[in-house]
């Protein structure tokens, strides 16, 4: 049975949307016998160097410098001169993009060296959210030949999004390009998402047999019955991360207000949310009355959370390569969606489509009022249909683990 490596930004505790990803296709391979080893980074909830999780080796090392400042207990003005600091450095770092910390990668690469020997790695899976990761990859096939590399873009490398705005987006676009090329031509597979298969078309037709394009693997039922008891307030639930740039729930609020006037109703928010957008949301009137701000919860917590949930929000990009992977945590507890999308390519918009208990609205301010009465309506439909889980797992299947499983035995 193959020893694999996974080489990510963030892992459990408290991972990042990739990370759980990552996480999802790590228990299933656990379960099918295979021996797996993770390297990531530090965070706030786990610092220590090496932990076993749920029968996986969980290495650790240090984060980039600006998360270890902000996630520090040094006082809040040094705090606030350092990270000034930090975004003055990205001037520097410019030649370097898109990596943002090549101290970062050095600290992978070498505990990299030492876990592949340690744990007898056979095949390395170098994960792109973050240039460090990938890259630390790549240079482990260099030093151990014999070993197989897949690096694996859960985000797009030249289409996604640039992390440093000093970087002018054609600069940017040029240096992820040339990144791309040196991630096929290195590795063994290179498995992006089916959703950046845009950005490759035509690009790389010399080394086609390396591309296998793949689906978010977050797709996991986990046996839990999310049935809710019908009640006279409809609970609007959010769980994830919001911003202005991804999962900006500004427009939502508008129609929130509508339905109020003829349904009791919440609004409840579960995971981090930017301070601006706090601020937006207070400035409505409805704070701590009918939208209720709850924080980070554990994964048992959010159990709970969606089983007490009438509907799960979700809430587009503006990026077309962007898919907000919650959409198959909703999709699996078999419970209504609403999701709205701002621009006409939004990837998760062809997903939610596909999904029975789906009401996919795009924002547009002069439909407010009509979309109101039409969420109230589809919900009232809604009730009278059950949706049969085996159905969803065969049309969603390329977004369970097994995938991404396959591709690894196929090598």
Request: proline letters at 3%.
């Given at each position: 049975?193959?020893?694999?490596l996974?080489?990510?930004?963030?892992?459990?505790?408290?991972?990042?949307p990739n990370g759980a990803?990552?996480k999802?296709?790590?228990?299933?391979?656990i379960?099918?016998?295979?021996n797996?080893?993770?390297l990531?980074?530090?965070?706030?909830?786990?610092k220590?160097s090496?932990?076993?999780?749920?029968g996986v080796?969980?290495?650790?090392?240090k984060?980039?410098p600006?998360?270890?400042?902000?996630?520090s207990?040094?006082?809040?003005?040094?705090?606030?001169?350092f990270?000034?600091?930090?975004k003055?450095?990205k001037?520097?770092?410019i030649?370097?993009h898109p990596?943002?910390?090549?101290?970062?990668?050095?600290?992978?690469?070498?505990?990299?060296?030492?876990?592949v020997?340690?744990?007898?790695?056979?095949?390395?899976?170098?994960?792109?959210?973050?240039a460090?990761?990938?890259?630390?990859g790549?240079k482990?096939?260099?030093?151990?030949?014999?070993?197989k590399?897949?690096?694996?873009?859960?985000?797009a490398?030249s289409?996604?999004?640039?992390?440093?705005?000093?970087?002018?987006m054609?600069?940017?676009?040029?240096k992820?390009?040339?990144?791309?090329?040196?991630?096929?031509k290195?590795?063994?597979?290179?498995?992006?998402?089916q959703?950046?298969?845009?950005?490759?078309?035509n690009?790389?037709?010399?080394?086609?047999?390396?591309?296998?394009?793949?689906?978010?693997?977050?797709?996991?039922?986990?046996?839990?019955?999310?049935?809710?008891?019908?009640?006279?307030?409809l609970?609007?639930?959010?769980?994830?991360m919001?911003?202005e740039?991804?999962?900006?729930?500004?427009?939502?609020l508008k129609?929130?207000?509508?339905?109020?006037?003829?349904?009791?109703a919440?609004?409840?928010?579960?995971?981090?949310?930017?301070?601006?957008?706090?601020?937006?949301?207070?400035?409505?009137?409805?704070?701590?009355?009918?939208?209720?701000?709850?924080?980070?919860?554990?994964?048992?917590?959010?159990i709970?959370?969606?089983k007490?949930?009438?509907?799960?929000?979700?809430f587009?990009?503006?990026?077309?390569?962007?898919i907000?992977?919650?959409?198959?945590?909703?999709?699996?507890?078999?419970k209504?969606?609403?999701?709205?999308?701002?621009?006409?390519?939004?990837?998760g918009?062809a997903y939610?489509?596909?999904?029975?208990?789906?009401i996919?609205?795009?924002?547009?301010?002069?439909?407010?009022e009509?979309?109101?009465?039409k969420?109230?309506?589809?919900?009232?439909?809604?009730?009278?249909?059950?949706?049969?889980?085996?159905?969803?797992?065969?049309?969603?299947?390329?977004?369970t683990?097994?995938?991404?499983?396959?591709?690894?035995?196929?090598?």
């Amino acid at each position: 049975m193959k020893n694999v490596l996974f080489i990510t930004e963030s892992y459990s505790v408290a991972p990042s949307p990739n990370g759980a990803c990552v996480k999802n296709i790590v228990d299933e391979m656990i379960r099918e016998g295979f021996n797996v080893s993770v390297l990531t980074l530090k965070n706030q909830y786990a610092k220590e160097s090496f932990s076993n999780i749920d029968g996986v080796k969980v290495y650790r090392v240090k984060t980039y410098p600006e998360y270890n400042i902000y996630y520090s207990k040094t006082p809040k003005l040094l705090k606030s001169i350092f990270i000034r600091l930090l975004k003055a450095l990205k001037i520097i770092l410019i030649p370097f993009h898109p990596i943002t910390s090549p101290a970062t990668l050095k600290r992978l690469y070498k505990k990299g060296k030492e876990v592949v020997i340690k744990d007898s790695i056979d095949t390395i899976v170098s994960v792109y959210r973050d240039a460090e990761t990938a890259i630390a990859g790549v240079k482990l096939k260099r030093k151990f030949k014999d070993k197989k590399l897949v690096v694996y873009t859960l985000d797009a490398v030249s289409g996604g999004v640039c992390s440093n705005k000093l970087v002018p987006m054609k600069k940017h676009v040029k240096k992820c390009r040339k990144l791309e090329e040196k991630f096929i031509k290195e590795c063994d597979v290179y498995v992006p998402m089916q959703s950046h298969i845009g950005v490759y078309e035509n690009r790389f037709s010399n080394y086609e047999g390396k591309i296998k394009y793949h689906d978010i693997p977050n797709l996991i039922f986990d046996g839990v019955d999310y049935a809710k008891e019908s009640d006279v307030s409809l609970n609007f639930t959010f769980t994830g991360m919001m911003s202005e740039t991804n999962a900006d729930c500004s427009f939502f609020l508008k129609v929130f207000k509508e339905i109020l006037k003829v349904k009791d109703a919440t609004f409840n928010v579960y995971g981090g949310i930017t301070e601006s957008l706090l601020g937006e949301i207070k400035k409505t009137g409805l704070f701590d009355k009918n939208v209720f701000y709850h924080g980070r919860v554990d994964k048992n917590e959010l159990i709970s959370v969606r089983k007490n949930a009438d509907v799960l929000l979700t809430f587009g990009n503006n990026h077309p390569c962007g898919i907000p992977c919650k959409i198959f945590e909703y999709i699996s507890a078999l419970k209504p969606i609403l999701a709205f999308y701002k621009i006409d390519d939004d990837a998760g918009k062809a997903y939610l489509e596909k999904y029975q208990k789906a009401i996919v609205l795009k924002e547009n301010d002069a439909m407010v009022e009509e979309y109101a009465g039409k969420i109230i309506e589809k919900l009232s439909d809604f009730s009278k249909i059950s949706i049969d889980r085996d159905l969803v797992k065969e049309t969603f299947y390329e977004n369970t683990p097994r995938q991404f499983i396959e591709t690894l035995k196929s090598i």
